[in-house]
């Protein structure tokens, strides 16, 4: 892929325009194989860092709430903590309206995913 055609279709996306993805620098970054991964992942850190924020202060959820994770062991017996971009307990939503909207939604969701009844009325 040339120079242009990388610009081209780095800027026709405007979450990497915005970010200035489309630079020479990254260009040759992604040719040479080397530090745009670190690039990427902050990126991607600081998109579930405002996702969380968005969910507490649209939802009125607290930072519990809207955080969730868990620990895990791997082979070496270490262990490593996973967690999720967000999390949105239903009983944690103050506000009816997006309540009963997320409530619809999850409900549509695991139908369309053909869960049994039993797991939907968890929701």
Same mark, same amino acid.
């Given at each position: 892929? /040339? +120079?242009? !055609?990388?610009?081209? %279709?780095?800027? /026709?996306? !405007?979450?990497y325009?915005?970010?200035? +993805? #489309?630079?020479?620098?990254?260009?040759?970054?992604?040719?040479?194989?080397?530090?745009?991964?670190?690039?990427?992942? !902050?990126?991607?850190?600081?998109?579930?860092?405002?996702? &969380?924020?968005? +969910?507490?202060?649209? +939802?009125?959820?607290?930072?519990?709430?809207?955080k969730?994770?868990?620990?895990?062991? #791997?082979?070496g017996?270490?262990?490593?903590? %996973?967690?999720?971009?967000?999390?949105?307990?239903t009983?944690? &939503?103050?506000?009816?309206?997006?309540?009963?909207?997320?409530?619809?939604?999850?409900d /549509?969701?695991a139908?369309?995913?053909?869960?049994?009844?039993? #797991?939907?009325?968890?929701?």
């Open positions: 892929m /040339s +120079l242009e !055609q990388f610009q081209r %279709l780095y800027e /026709s996306d !405007q979450f325009s915005w970010f200035g +993805l #489309s630079s020479p620098l990254m260009y040759a970054a992604h040719k040479a194989a080397g530090g745009m991964t670190s690039v990427y992942r !902050q990126i991607g850190i600081g998109c579930q860092w405002v996702f &969380v924020e968005i +969910l507490k202060d649209f +939802l009125r959820l607290d930072e519990e709430s809207a969730w994770s868990y620990t895990v062991r #791997s082979r017996r270490k262990s490593r903590r %996973l967690s999720l971009d967000g999390r949105i307990p009983d944690g &939503v103050s506000n009816a309206q997006a309540k009963q909207r997320i409530i619809r939604w999850l /549509s969701a139908r369309a995913l053909e869960l049994p009844a039993t #797991s939907r009325r968890n929701l």
